[in-house]
């Protein structure tokens, strides 16, 4: 079979950048760390007053085909996963096409549009799609365009106004890809729950506690359904486990439930034994709670060891260095826990080619999805290619007052005429309203 996956990506952060230990806490009177610590960022990334989603989608998308040399007769279906849509019809990866048409000579008039909505986890089910129709054979020698692009905007005071972001990944879906093959096992932990929702409204409402606890039952569950399939997980298995990423503080209680997982009835176990003691089983208990409460002394013990300590800073933290910089991008996230990765490696010279990520999506409402993915030869050339470094350094960064007005702009009940922050270069911008109330665009040489 030949291989499918991610030929090449490209990212596109917001210009905007809002400091969450020097500003955020500081305006709020609380305690830095409760942001570096706790939740684990440091800034989020925001839109300038010309940026929205399908900016963000279209300079992502432009740069990738810039890059790789790519005409709209190469690019047969543009897939657009977002939870930030404007419209309920007319789906966004058509905007993204008339953006990408300005500034080419042929169309997309021949593609697949499509829009994907699943929370955070659409950018995967769109990945999954785009593979599925190679993989099908109805693709006729065309790629597809994947993006993932967002604007995770909380309303003003709520708990997860610290962790919002907004950007945009794109992706190109092809044969025997540069970057990562996907494996055709899959996954999935599925249930109807109301942890994460946006009933007819821009802000979401959150059960906080509630969301913790259905991302790692959604996230168990799919991590043992891939094993059905593919076979028992173990930690040596794959180099780095990107995960969806919210904020960093939810992949560290994953990455512990996944630890525990993958060393269950393994000489890991039996040497942690001796520290620690062996994981309960709930056969030896009389009730659930009794079990509960020795599981979570359990985990407490293990997260203290250095065989833990040193799984999760070789194999999760690398991949969450990019997302707290740039808060939650929905999504997008896990896809920029994986360039993360990757680019850490890059950086640090580890030939990764044949190497394996295991990758765990997740959308609340919910859905987990975990898959494997096998990491190319031509990996270094196409995350080397990639400017994200640059791009978080030219931020422009907010005072509070910079927050407060942008905030406005970009929430959709109020009308707000802000002058922008940012001079747009070479990239596609907002230009105000059509006859129908439809968004149009423009591209800024």
């Known amino acids: 079979m030949t291989a499918v996956g991610i030929d090449a990506v490209e990212i596109w952060t917001g210009n905007l950048k809002l400091d969450l230990p020097g500003t955020f806490a500081a305006e709020k009177g609380e305690d830095p760390e409760k942001y570096t610590k706790g939740l684990g960022l440091n800034a989020s990334s925001f839109p300038d007053s010309y940026e929205d989603i399908v900016t963000m989608g279209a300079n992502a998308a432009h740069r990738l085909m810039e890059r790789k040399g790519l005409e709209p007769d190469d690019i047969g279906r543009i897939d657009v996963a977002t939870e930030s849509a404007f419209d309920n019809s007319k789906p966004v990866s058509t905007y993204v096409a008339g953006c990408l048409e300005q500034v080419y000579d042929g169309d997309f008039h021949h593609a697949n549009k499509g829009e994907r909505k699943f929370a955070c986890i659409a950018g995967t089910q769109s990945l999954d799609d785009a593979c599925n129709w190679i993989r099908a054979g109805r693709n006729r020698g065309r790629s597809a365009l994947v993006i993932a692009t967002d604007t995770a905007l909380y309303a003003r005071g709520d708990a997860g106004e610290a962790t919002q972001g907004a950007g945009a990944v794109a992706m190109l879906i092809s044969e025997d890809p540069s970057l990562v093959e996907l494996s055709t096992e899959q996954g999935y932990g599925s249930a109807d729950e109301t942890d994460f929702l946006k009933p007819n409204q821009q802000f979401p409402s959150v059960d906080g506690k509630r969301s913790v606890q259905v991302y790692l039952a959604r996230m168990r569950e799919a991590l043992e359904d891939f094993e059905s399939v593919a076979g028992e997980v173990h930690e040596d298995d794959f180099v780095y486990a990107p995960f969806h990423t919210p904020f960093p503080g939810m992949v560290r209680k994953a990455a512990l439930l996944a630890f525990r997982h993958v060393i269950r009835d393994t000489p890991t176990e039996d040497e942690l034994a001796e520290e620690i003691g062996r994981q309960p089983r709930p056969e030896a208990f009389d009730s659930d709670e009794e079990y509960r409460d020795a599981l979570r002394e359990y985990m407490d013990a293990l997260k203290d060891t250095d065989r833990y300590a040193e799984?999760?800073?070789?194999?999760?933290?690398?991949?969450?260095?990019?997302?707290?910089?740039?808060?939650?991008?929905?999504?997008?996230?896990?896809?920029?826990?994986?360039a993360s990765a990757l680019k850490h490696a890059l950086e640090a010279g580890r030939d990764l080619t044949g190497e394996k990520l295991l990758v765990g999506s997740?959308?609340?409402?919910?859905?987990?999805e975990i898959h494997a993915e096998t990491i190319q030869d031509g990996w270094e050339a196409e995350i080397e290619a990639l400017n994200v470094d640059?791009?978080?350094?030219n931020r422009y960064e907010m005072?509070?007052?910079?927050?407060?007005?942008i905030h406005d702009v970009h929430n959709h009940e109020m009308d707000v005429d802000v002058e922008e922050f940012t001079t747009p270069s070479e990239e596609f911008v907002f230009d105000g309203w059509g006859r129908m109330g439809e968004r149009k665009y423009r591209y800024v040489e």
Not at 362 to 368: T, V
Not at 390 to 393: C, K
Not at 399 to 405: A, F, R
Request: zero cysteines; charged letters at 20%.
């Open 311 to 338: 799984w999760y800073d070789a194999t999760i933290d690398p991949t969450l260095t990019i997302s707290r910089n740039v808060g939650n991008w929905y999504t997008g996230s896990v896809h920029v826990a994986r």
């Open 399 to 405: 005072t509070w007052e910079d927050y407060e007005e």
């Open 390 to 393: 640059e791009q978080l350094d």
């Open 362 to 368: 997740y959308g609340s409402g919910a859905q987990a």
